[in-house]
Each structure stands twice: as structure tokens, then as C-alpha cells.
């Protein structure tokens, strides 16, 4: 499956983004979705994951709270709405898929199989 990510840009502390990955060339609903980033100097990190039919999500909790993962089956789109953004979550931003007979949400970088190019998210204090 081919993933692309978009909707990054530079935002003030305290503001919004919404962030969109456009998956194409597989059955969307054979996967779980997910979000990763990698700020400056820092290891991959998980933000967040939804299973293959939306009902199920997962967050990490540097960002419980603040961040909403959320899938369109239709449309083969996964988005991730950030608010209350802060300089620490400038990063660039990864979506992946799961290709799971579960359809569980994983937190697990290893468990994905496709991965998008990421898209830079700057988040100005």
C-alpha cells in the first residue's frame, strides 16, 4: 500500500494542525493505522493508532488528550487532529499500516508494514 502524508506546516504553541495520510493500491480496511514521529535528535516515537474499522484507538501520552486519531474507510484516509500543540512536538510526522487479521491499534513500530514520507510539523514557542 502507498501512503501520503500531509498537512504540516509551522504553528504557534497552543494552536491546531490536522494532519492527513492517503492510502491507495491495497484494501484500506485490511489495516490498522498509525502515526509515528521523529523530532531533531530524538528516536522514532508513537503518537497514536486506529484499528481497521475505527472503533479502537491508541495514543501515546506525550500526547493523551491533545491529539485525535481518526480514519475515513470511504475516502482510504487516516487523519490526526492536533491541539494544544507544543514546541516539543515539532517533528516529522509518519503515517503506517498494519496489514493485521486482528485489527488491533499497536503502539509497535515493528508491527507496521507500509510506511508514508512524512510530513513536517514546526511548532513555534
Known amino acids: 500500500v502507498q501512503l501520503q502524508a500531509s498537512g504540516g506546516g509551522l504553528v504557534q504553541a497552543g494552536g491546531s494542525l490536522r494532519l492527513s495520510?492517503?492510502?491507495?493500491?491495497?484494501?484500506?480496511t485490511d489495516y490498522a493505522m498509525g502515526w509515528f514521529r521523529q523530532g531533531p535528535g530524538k528516536e522514532r516515537?508513537?503518537?497514536?493508532?486506529?484499528?481497521?474499522?475505527?472503533?479502537v484507538t491508541n495514543y501515546g501520552d506525550s500526547v493523551k488528550g491533545r491529539f485525535s486519531i481518526s480514519r475515513d474507510n470511504a475516502m482510504n484516509t487516516v487523519h490526526?487532529?492536533?491541539?494544544?500543540?507544543k514546541p516539543e512536538d515539532t517533528a516529522v510526522y509518519y503515517c503506517a499500516a498494519d496489514y493485521t487479521v486482528t485489527g488491533a491499534a499497536q503502539s509497535t513500530s515493528a508491527h507496521y508494514d507500509y510506511w508514508g514520507q512524512g510530513t513536517l510539523?514546526?511548532?513555534?514557542s
Open 121 to 124: 510539523v514546526t511548532v513555534s
Open 45 to 55: 516515537e508513537f503518537v497514536a493508532a486506529i484499528s481497521r474499522g475505527g472503533r
Open 21 to 28: 495520510c492517503a492510502a491507495s493500491g491495497r484494501t484500506f
Open 80 to 85: 490526526l487532529q492536533m491541539h494544544s500543540l
